[in-house]
């Protein structure tokens, strides 16, 4: 299997252009000539998980989030990613990224399944499934199996996503029941949510005046860290890819959330 036969098959199941408009979803780095035969799974191409990609000599490096955003305009190997980009093209490793378009296909899904979300919702919706005719976008909104605590939900994050702490904005001991959850960076969901009558928000990046306000605004946020929700993407696309391509070899990679709290 080629390296164009893999990405066509991944793009059929998440296809490109349900990606934002911003994103840099796709092959970032290779030849589609290639072939492939093993594949290392990872959230970030960071020089640890590029350095594992040498050792393992894998084929294919394949993240969630793309080498970068905002475009390259010189490729020298003394920057940040001009040196990542030479790594791998020095070893004849591809780099393929699955953001936005994995988030609006199976990302928020998940994770709303994951929290047992009744009755979900797209939380942000960005366009209609094509089968189905169904709304589809950014995250869920939905009901917890049942009333609790800001307290109580933090605590259950933290024991789904295999998280060892939260950061919570807003009163502990408020009862909650109507849940939304957007995995990445959603303090630009905060509005979204309190329009869906969200009580809480459980994501990531949330800075010290988006908390406050949200609060102010009367919604509780629960942040469980960029890697904290995100990192689902790398057993997800490990079953999945075992489960479609019996014949490649796949790894998930030894690194994990990128900070400690200590």
Same mark, same amino acid.
């Given at each position: 299997m080629t390296i164009k036969e893999l990405t066509h098959k991944l793009e059929q199941k998440f296809p490109l252009e349900k990606a934002e408009s911003w994103d840099?979803?796709?092959?970032?780095?290779?030849?589609?000539?290639?072939?492939?035969?093993?594949?290392?799974?990872?959230?970030?191409?960071?020089?640890? !998980?590029?350095?594992?990609?040498?050792?393992?000599?894998?084929?294919?490096?394949?993240?969630?989030?793309?080498?970068t955003l905002d475009g390259v305009r010189k490729i020298q190997a003394e920057t940040l990613t001009g040196h990542k980009i030479f790594s791998l093209i020095s070893q004849d490793i591809c780099h393929y990224a699955m953001h936005t378009n994995y988030d609006v296909v199976e990302m928020g899904g998940t994770a709303g399944e994951?929290?047992?979300?009744?009755?979900?919702? !797209?939380?942000?919706?960005?366009?209609?499934?094509?089968?189905?005719?169904?709304?589809e976008g950014i995250g869920r909104v939905g009901s917890l199996v049942r009333p609790v605590t800001v307290e109580e939900c933090a605590q259950i994050v933290k024991r789904i996503f295999a998280l060892d702490t939260v950061k919570i904005f807003g009163d502990l001991d408020q009862v909650i029941e109507r849940?939304?959850?957007?995995?990445?960076?959603?303090?630009?969901?905060?509005?979204?949510? +309190?329009?869906?009558?969200?009580?809480? +928000?459980?994501?990531?990046? +949330?800075?010290?005046?988006?908390?406050?306000?949200a609060v102010d605004q009367g919604i509780a946020v629960i942040d469980a860290g960029h890697y904290g929700l995100e990192h689902i993407f790398v057993d997800h696309m490990?079953?999945?890819?075992?489960?479609?391509?019996?014949?490649?070899?796949?790894?998930k990679t030894g690194s994990g959330n990128p900070f400690q709290v200590i």
């Open positions: 840099n979803s796709g092959l970032q780095v290779g030849r589609k000539n290639k072939a492939v035969r093993k594949v290392l799974l990872a959230l970030d191409a960071t020089d640890e !998980v590029i350095d594992e990609a040498v050792q393992w000599q894998a084929d294919l490096l394949l993240t969630h989030h793309p080498l994951m929290m047992k979300l009744r009755q979900p919702e !797209v939380l942000e919706v960005t366009g209609t499934d094509s089968k189905t005719g169904e709304p849940v939304a959850i957007c995995p990445g960076s959603g303090k630009s969901m905060i509005g979204t949510a +309190i329009r869906k009558k969200a009580q809480v +928000i459980i994501t990531g990046d +949330i800075g010290h005046h988006d908390g406050i306000d490990a079953q999945y890819l075992r489960q479609q391509f019996p014949e490649l070899e796949i790894k």
